[in-house]
């Protein structure tokens, strides 16, 4: 009977961490107010929206900290800010980094977009 209440409690114990969760301090220092912000598996194109509170992320630093589940660590985040700019950010590895902060990856998609002058 003990072995039976191991063996559940083991497997039951194995199921709930199937299911990884990942806490996110998502730093809106981008000057527009982030509107909305979606988390996906890396690749799947899976999107769940994640919920923000009553308002908008304000532009110039304010922050939410947001619960990320599932699988793994690479995901896939998209940020859609007031302005009408959607960045999506690829293979954010949400096991090594604790937040995540908008105007940085604005800046860095911003200069990879620009032309190279001759």
Do not use: K
């Not at 996110?24 to 509170?53: C, H, I, K, M, Y």
């Amino acid at each position: 009977m003990h072995a039976t209440i191991l063996i559940t409690l083991l497997f039951a114990g194995g199921m709930a961490q199937a299911e990884d969760l990942h806490y996110l301090d998502l730093v809106n220092t981008a000057p527009s107010s982030l509107t909305a912000f979606a988390v996906a598996p890396a690749g799947s194109g899976e999107w769940r929206e994640v919920q923000l509170g009553d308002a908008p992320l304000q532009g110039g630093g304010d922050s939410a900290t947001v619960a990320i589940r599932g699988e793994g660590c690479l995901r896939d985040l998209r940020s859609t800010f007031r302005d009408g700019r959607v960045l999506v950010q690829r293979d954010f590895d949400v096991c090594r980094y604790r937040s995540y902060h908008t105007g940085q990856y604005l800046r860095r998609a911003r200069a990879v977009a620009r032309p190279a002058h001759d």
